[in-house]
């Protein structure tokens, strides 16, 4: 026999509380329940029994409409079922008629105007103190662990993108297409003759209160950071800063310091190699003045200015030392 109809008993008080029709395991099926029948088995939970098997189809629905009506809809106030519907309408592979249609929405009560003004205003039960009260206290997320959980879920999703791993941002870096010095010789070219987006634009200068929010949030970022314990900058930031700082001081040499171990045009680079300060290096390449006398260059040692330095390496092929020297 394909056929039965089954209950669902509450577990709290052992009432059944719903009457259905059904093949294979739809007994045990929780899918296109109502919302009356979904509260109370996540409320309370429940049972199921088969309780009777027929031959046909009809048979099974003749039997689940007389046993709905034997017990009563809660809905019309008849029982304590909550069927929405008096049964005998779950034909399976069934396609309704509009007479069905309409037949099944007038006799389910919600969509009646009784069923409809009793959700309405302050009968609505989502609007009761009590309702409220209980949905709140079922709420998961008002348990710390939960919270916790959910917290701690969501800094692993973040910790494990890819954008926070040194290995993907070293591939990104190496694939952005602007290093291509073609690519950057292309969007110059384009950029030729187009003026710039902010031609024209007048910044005023900064006001005393915008400077110390400014200078206060940079102070405590750098201060979070130290107390991390973690580096300040990677090493390949501190290269970078080393080079950019190198570069602006040979923008800014004055000339080239001659030494027993080499010319250098940075004082610092002439200091490190000849393991000497930098002052030593300026006191044995220019001279200096102590009580009243001059003390002349250190022998090997010399400094030239940086307009004759360049006179030289530009002109040295046809032009004299004396020459070099007016310029």
Not at 117 to 142: F, I, Q, T, W, Y
Not at 196 to 213: C, F, I, L, R, Y
Not at 224 to 243: I, P, Q, T, W
Request: glycine letters at 8%; a positive charge; hydrophobic letters at 30%.
């Amino acid at each position: 026999m394909k056929f039965y109809i089954y209950a669902h008993y509450r577990n709290d008080t052992g009432e059944v509380f719903y009457i259905g029709k059904g093949e294979g395991n739809r007994h045990k099926s929780k899918q296109g329940r109502n919302p009356y029948w979904e509260n109370i088995v996540k409320a309370h939970g429940y049972k199921v029994e088969i309780l009777e098997y027929f031959e046909t189809e009809d048979e099974a629905f003749q039997a689940e409409q007389s046993l709905i009506l034997e017990l009563g809809r809660k809905d019309l106030g008849k029982g304590l079922l909550v069927n929405m519907s008096d049964g005998g309408e779950g034909a399976s592979g069934a396609v309704r008629t509009p007479e069905q249609r309409k037949k099944y929405s007038e006799t389910t009560w919600m969509r009646t105007e009784a069923g409809k003004a009793s959700m309405r205003g302050d009968l609505n039960p989502a609007k009761r103190e009590d309702v409220r009260a209980l949905l709140s206290e079922r709420n998961a997320h008002r348990d710390p662990a939960v919270r916790a959980k959910g917290a701690a879920t969501f800094r692993a999703m973040g910790d494990a993108h890819p954008s926070k791993s040194e290995k993907h941002r070293t591939m990104m870096r190496e694939k952005n297409p602007v290093n291509d010095p073609l690519v950057r010789q292309k969007i110059s070219q384009a950029r030729m003759g187009q003026s710039s987006w902010n031609a024209g634009v007048t910044v005023g200068p900064m006001s005393e209160d915008q400077k110390e929010k400014i200078g206060t949030s940079s102070k405590k970022a750098w201060a979070k950071k130290k107390a991390s314990g973690a580096n300040l900058f990677s090493d390949e930031g501190l290269a970078r800063m080393k080079e950019a700082t190198r570069q602006r001081s040979l923008r800014l040499s004055k000339g080239t310091y001659t030494t027993p171990k080499g010319s250098f045009v940075l004082i610092s680079e002439a200091a490190e190699v000849n393991g000497v300060t930098s002052k030593t290096v300026t006191k044995n390449c220019l001279g200096y003045v102590r009580d009243g006398k001059n003390y002349p260059p250190k022998v090997g040692w010399s400094f030239t200015p940086r307009n004759v330095a360049t006179s030289q390496s530009d002109n040295v092929s046809h032009q004299s030392p004396n020459n070099l020297l007016d310029v």
